[in-house]
């Protein structure tokens, strides 16, 4: 199971497609979800989509610019794909009147 942040950046990095900046996630959280998260909040939550193999990360060459700095870029990983694909999945049953019973 992934909390609802988790699933908002994955679905955020799937619409981006390819690598994307933690600013140009936070702009289009914000543009979908009219939802201001802090830039701590969503590098936080980055981090730990990293060690649990949903997102990988890398950075940039440095910016052109002036004392320009090298970006963190992040992107969805299959296991991150997966997390989406079991999230509509689960959404679906809930919708339906039945819950199903997993044995462990």
Known sequence: MIGRLEETLLAALVGLGGESYSVG?????LTHTNHDYSAGTLLTTLYRMEEKGFVSSRYS?????????RK???????AGHQALRETDVLAALKGNSFVPVVSR
Do not use: L, Q
């Open 61 to 69: 060459d440095p910016v052109p610019e002036r004392g320009g700095r």
């Open 25 to 29: 996630i936070h702009d289009h959280v």
């Open 72 to 78: 963190r870029m992040f992107k969805i990983e299959a």
